[in-house]
Nanobody, 122 residues
Framework: QVQLVESGGGLVQAGGSLRLSCAAS???????MGWFRQAPGKEREFIAA???????YYADSLKDRFTISRDNAKNTVYLQMNSLKPEDTAVYYCAAASAVVPGTEIGSFDYWGQGTQVTVSS
């Protein structure tokens, strides 16, 4: 069983940066890892993922400001967010997939964290 715990969310001013962390238990090195977010009244959307086969891939609209990385020694995946905007306000979720290339669909990910709130003030 895989458990995911996000941290690092909070309140930040527009233009600022945050780094989210996701600590995983279980067979971390064999998992593909991803980040999603869900704003109030909107569907959960894909941000970025790290595939064991193809490496990192991103939502086109966010790839210039967000960076995913992972540290297998610490069983942790990170999301570095720069130049934050009020529209980035959302709950951010870490996800893990057994698939080697899970894609961008929510249903492709098998495990989810509880989410961490990010609020960007204008």
């Amino acid at each position: 069983q895989v458990q995911l715990v996000e941290s690092g969310g909070g309140l930040v001013q527009a233009g600022g940066s945050l780094r989210l962390s996701c600590a995983a238990s279980g067979p971390f090195s064999s998992l593909s890892m991803g980040w999603f977010r869900q704003a109030p009244g909107k569907e959960r959307e894909f941000i970025a993922a790290f595939s064991r086969i193809i490496g990192t891939y991103y939502a086109d609209s966010l790839k210039d400001r967000f960076t995913i990385s992972r540290d297998n020694a610490k069983n942790t995946v990170y999301l570095q967010m720069n130049s934050l905007k009020p529209e980035d306000t959302a709950v951010y979720y870490c996800a893990a997939a057994s698939a080697v290339v899970p894609g961008t669909e929510i249903g492709s990910f098998d495990y989810w964290g509880q989410g961490t709130q990010v609020t960007v003030s204008s």
